[in-house]
Every structure is written in C-alpha cells, then in structure tokens.
C-alpha cells in the first residue's frame, strides 16, 4: 500500500518556539493532505484539509496563524506550530488521498502517517 | 450536523466470542463510511469501507440506513484483533473524513 511518513516522530520544545512537521507521501503523488490533532485516548480532531498549490482549509476552531500549513509539492505537506504553548502538547497525525482523480490504491482511502507527538515545556 | 457516535470506549471479550463494535452517523446525504483500526503502536489504517462490501481479517460491516449505522462484526474474535477501532464518515467537497470517538476492542485469552 501507498506509506506516509512524518518527520520528526516526537519533538520537545521551549514555550514560545516554532516547531515544524513534516508529512511526506513516499510511493505516490497526494493532491490532498489533511492534518490531524490527536489528544491522549481520544479520536483524531482534524484541524485542516490541504491541496497542493492552494491555501489550507482550516475547520471551525483551528487558527491558521498559529498551525501554518504549507503543501508545496505534491508529496509533501508541513505543519509549523508557531509560538507552541503548553496547551499545543499534543499528537499531530497526517494523512494522505492521492491518484489522478484523487485517488490512489483504493476509493477515496487516506493513508495515514505514524504521527508526531509534540511537547511543549 | 454531521457526525459519527461510538457508544462504547471498551468492548472487552474471550477469544472466540462473537464481537461487535456499534457505530451510528448523522448525515443529509448518502454516507460513505469506513472502519479503521489502530493496532499498539502502529499507524491507522483501513480496515473495510462500505461501498466495497468485504471481509476483512473476518470482520464485516453493514450500512443500514434506516438505523443510520455501520456496526462492525466478526462471529469469532481473536487476540491479535485487540487494537483500537474508528468509525468514519466521508464528508465535504474534499472528502474529508469525520471520526468516531473509538472503541478499544480488548480480547482476552
């Protein structure tokens, strides 16, 4: 099957820095990448949808100028926490749908990532 | 409102028992809705989606629209199913998917 990966896999940062996170497609081209917040034992909140070359949708609550969202190529996709406080410690998870009409592999399936997990001191 | 309802956080069962894990959604259209699982310390990834109509690993789901759900079931659970599982629903001009809150499957010995 199509591999997502993130880098780094877990980052621990200083209050008030910016912490950068990757989400590569390895073996396909993803049109769409989508970023989701996940807290511990609870489902993934997804904070935006992101199409290569075009400016990141972002769900009700999620403030673009803290998450930016950048998908400049068609494999890959970054998240940067700007300004990380304390209450962004969380586990950040990407996924991605690809193909020529949007998909690849099989209908409309996102590929996920392993995650990143985030701690901010 | 679109939306997606695991009624239960655990479901824990003996090896062999049958198991099924409930999943109901909220959604105007007509729902497009998939089952991942998150084994310990793997990745998500798909298990089954609706419109494929398969078996996977032994387990099932049916759409019924009348009840507006999509419970996951297998006739005979095994150890290496325990894994944490996601009830999904497709929504929006990007097809972004809409997550359940998980049901931890715990299958004992």
């Known amino acids: 099957g199509a591999v997502v990966s993130q880098h780094p896999s877990w980052v621990i940062c200083k209050s008030g820095t910016s912490v950068k996170i990757e989400c590569r497609s390895l073996?396909?081209?993803?049109?769409?990448m989508f970023w989701y917040r996940q807290f511990p034992k609870q489902s993934l909140m997804l904070m935006a949808t992101?199409?290569?070359?075009?400016?990141?949708?972002?769900e009700q609550g999620v403030e673009k100028d803290k998450f930016l969202i950048n998908h400049a190529s068609l494999t890959l996709s970054t998240l940067t926490v700007t300004s990380a406080h304390p209450e962004d410690s969380s586990f950040y998870i990407c996924?991605?749908?690809?193909?020529?009409?949007?998909?690849?592999?099989?209908?409309?399936?996102?590929?996920f990532g392993p995650g990143t997990r985030l701690t901010v001191l | 409102a679109q939306r997606v309802t695991q009624p239960e956080k655990l479901l824990s069962v003996f090896k062999g028992a049958p198991v099924e894990l409930k999943c109901n959604y909220s959604y105007s259209g007509s729902p497009e809705l998939f089952w991942y699982v998150q084994y310990s310390r793997q990745r998500l990834q798909l298990l089954l989606r609706?419109?494929s109509r398969e078996s996977i690993k032994g387990f099932t789901a049916d759409l019924n629209k009348g009840e507006t759900s999509f419970h996951l079931k297998k006739p005979f659970a095994q150890e290496e199913d325990s894994a944490m599982y996601y009830c999904?629903?497709?929504?929006?001009?990007?097809?972004?998917?809409?997550f359940g809150a998980g049901t931890r499957l715990a299958v004992h010995p």
């Open positions: 992101s199409n290569e070359g075009s400016k990141a949708t972002y």
């Open positions: 999904a629903l497709l929504s929006g001009g990007y097809n972004k998917l809409i």
């Open positions: 996924s991605a749908r690809g193909g020529t009409s949007g998909r690849v592999g099989t209908y409309n399936e996102q590929f």
């Open positions: 073996d396909f081209q993803a049109t769409t």
């Open positions: 609706h419109i």
